[in-house]
């Protein structure tokens, strides 16, 4: 196909069926919103439930940090292996089931993990719970990407990861929370109670899918032109390095605030995860910024910020351990968010498959680098830590670097943001 003829095809393919999709200021863009702001709440207040308790956990069951964290890992790693058959699941039975089931089920292995009777059995609950959330999270990227008009659509998703933040800082506060008046065991099914609540009005208020299933596609070849491949593996690597680094932070740092010089309690530590708040308000202001700025320049500044709230956590200074949190918890989401828009402009034609990439690589960085950044925790204490994540933080840079560079070349605009309402058209 010759130039004229790419340029047609995206051309039709940025217009086609988009005027059936949710606009801003419509109710059923406000009805989605709100739907996938509960489905974060409750999902990814489940998939970090173990995070707040951790020292307890290797208390209770006599294991080490690292193992501890393995409650945390084992959830995310699953999740991140489950993600493409999600997919699959929620182009065969709908997405909007999908996720519905998702959530009942996670909330029933979340109960179960309340009363595990052992190490081995927690963390096997875990990973089933890891395995029925990818339904929910390996399903929601696609659907907002699918329901939404290309004119919300970076609003839409920031509202999405606002909502996963929220769920984080609010799941992780009632563990901490609930947790420091009895055991770690009512923390969670404290959790699991509120997660059932969220999942009922969330099944209540999910609208319709405006998209109906597509059927069968044509398959889209690796050597699609219309890809620029280098651009769109470069950028699937940001969510990588950079969910790894985070977490391995978070997963860490309760070991560190809860013995000398700080010996915070639970119900502290707890307090602790309202630095997600920044998050929240993070990541629905970098979908916005993205639109008015671009992509690029706002996913840069964000990595930056990340690593400059890292750098602030170094001294044994309670003050600015939490002001660092705060920094690197708003720049972590507000890259998040960008990337998570970006990813299916990049893609074009395969947008689909590149949401479910992304999702994949985003819990496979937390699966891999929240044990891998355990040895530097055993070796070397928080600086170890910090230096393991900076120097994830440097090559989520060099891939935004790759991204822009690759895309100038290819002679396609590194911000096109006419290519956010493609389909997959496999």
Same mark, same amino acid.
């Given at each position: 196909?010759?130039?004229?003829?790419?340029?047609?095809?995206?051309?039709?393919?940025?217009?086609?069926?988009?005027?059936?999709?949710?606009?801003?200021?419509?109710?059923?863009?406000?009805?989605?919103?709100?739907?996938?702001?509960?489905?974060?709440?409750?999902?990814?207040?489940?998939?970090?439930?173990?995070?707040? @308790?951790?020292?307890?956990?290797? !208390?209770?069951?006599?294991?080490?940090?690292?193992?501890?964290?393995?409650?945390?890992?084992?959830?995310?790693?699953?999740?991140?292996?489950?993600?493409?058959?999600?997919?699959?699941?929620?182009?065969?039975?709908?997405?909007?089931?999908?996720?519905?089931?998702?959530? =009942?089920?996670?909330?029933?292995?979340?109960?179960? =993990?309340?009363?595990?009777?052992?190490?081995?059995?927690?963390? =096997?609950?875990?990973?089933?719970?890891?395995?029925?959330?990818?339904? =929910?999270?390996?399903? !929601?990227?696609?659907?907002?990407?699918?329901?939404?008009?290309?004119?919300?659509?970076?609003?839409?998703?920031?509202?999405? #990861?606002?909502?996963?933040?929220?769920?984080?800082?609010?799941?992780?506060?009632?563990?901490?929370?609930?947790?420091?008046?009895?055991?770690?065991?009512?923390?969670?099914?404290?959790?699991?109670?509120?997660?059932?609540?969220?999942?009922?009005?969330?099944?209540?208020?999910?609208?319709?899918?405006?998209?109906?299933?597509?059927?069968?596609?044509?398959?889209?070849?690796?050597?699609?032109?219309?890809?620029?491949?280098?651009?769109?593996?470069?950028?699937? +690597?940001?969510?990588?390095?950079?969910?790894?680094?985070?977490?391995?932070?978070?997963?860490?740092?309760?070991?560190?605030?809860?013995?000398?010089?700080?010996?915070?309690?639970?119900?502290?530590?707890?307090?602790?995860?309202?630095?997600?708040?920044?998050?929240? #308000?993070?990541?629905?202001?970098?979908?916005?910024?993205?639109?008015?700025?671009?992509?690029?320049?706002?996913?840069?500044?964000?990595?930056?910020?990340?690593?400059?709230?890292?750098?602030?956590? @170094?001294?044994?200074?309670?003050?600015?351990?939490?002001?660092?949190?705060?920094?690197?918890?708003?720049?972590?989401?507000?890259?998040?968010?960008?990337?998570?828009?970006? !990813?299916? @402009?990049?893609?074009?034609?395969?947008?689909?498959?590149?949401?479910?990439?992304?999702?994949?690589?985003?819990?496979?960085?937390? +699966?891999?680098?929240?044990?891998? #950044?355990?040895?530097?925790? !055993?070796?070397?204490?928080?600086?170890?830590?910090?230096?393991?994540?900076?120097?994830?933080?440097?090559?989520?840079?060099?891939?935004?670097?790759?991204?822009?560079?690759?895309?100038? *070349?290819?002679?396609?605009?590194?911000?096109?943001?006419?290519?956010?309402?493609? *389909?997959?058209?496999?």
């Amino acid at each position: 196909m010759g130039a004229a003829g790419r340029r047609c095809a995206v051309a039709v393919s940025a217009t086609t069926g988009v005027e059936g999709l949710h606009r801003p200021g419509t109710p059923g863009f406000a009805r989605l919103n709100g739907a996938m702001v509960l489905a974060g709440l409750a999902a990814f207040g489940m998939l970090y439930a173990a995070q707040p @308790v951790l020292p307890q956990l290797g !208390a209770e069951f006599d294991v080490g940090a690292g193992a501890a964290s393995l409650t945390v890992s084992a959830t995310t790693g699953a999740l991140a292996l489950a993600v493409l058959p999600a997919a699959w699941v929620g182009r065969r039975w709908g997405r909007g089931p999908t996720m519905r089931w998702g959530l =009942v089920a996670s909330v029933v292995l979340t109960a179960l =993990v309340a009363v595990a009777p052992g190490f081995a059995g927690l963390v =096997v609950l875990r990973v089933l719970t890891g395995l029925a959330l990818a339904l =929910v999270v390996g399903v !929601a990227m696609g659907h907002v990407g699918s329901e939404v008009h290309p004119a919300g659509l970076g609003s839409a998703m920031g509202l999405y #990861v606002a909502g996963n933040s929220l769920g984080g800082v609010l799941g992780r506060l009632v563990t901490a929370g609930v947790s420091d008046l009895g055991s770690w065991r009512w923390g969670v099914g404290a959790l699991a109670l509120g997660a059932a609540l969220a999942t009922a009005a969330f099944w209540r208020l999910l609208p319709d899918s405006v998209e109906p299933d597509p059927g069968p596609r044509t398959a889209t070849t690796g050597t699609d032109p219309r890809v620029p491949w280098l651009a769109l593996v470069a950028l699937l +690597s940001v969510p990588f390095w950079l969910m790894g680094g985070f977490v391995a932070v978070y997963n860490y740092l309760g070991f560190r605030l809860s013995g000398p010089p700080f010996d915070l309690p639970p119900a502290l530590l707890g307090l602790v995860f309202l630095a997600y708040l920044a998050g929240t #308000v993070a990541s629905a202001a970098a979908g916005r910024a993205a639109d008015v700025w671009g992509r690029p320049r706002v996913m840069v500044l964000a990595v930056l910020v990340m690593g400059a709230g890292l750098a602030l956590t @170094v001294p044994d200074r309670l003050v600015l351990v939490i002001l660092g949190l705060v920094v690197l918890t708003g720049g972590f989401f507000a890259a998040h968010a960008v990337a998570s828009g970006w !990813a299916p @402009v990049v893609a074009g034609p395969v947008a689909v498959r590149a949401s479910a990439a992304y999702v994949m690589a985003y819990y496979a960085g937390s +699966s891999v680098f929240g044990l891998w #950044v355990g040895v530097a925790w !055993a070796g070397a204490g928080w600086d170890g830590v910090a230096a393991a994540v900076g120097l994830l933080v440097v090559l989520a840079l060099v891939a935004v670097a790759v991204v822009t560079t690759a895309r100038g *070349r290819s002679g396609r605009p590194v911000d096109a943001s006419r290519h956010a309402g493609e *389909r997959d058209v496999r």
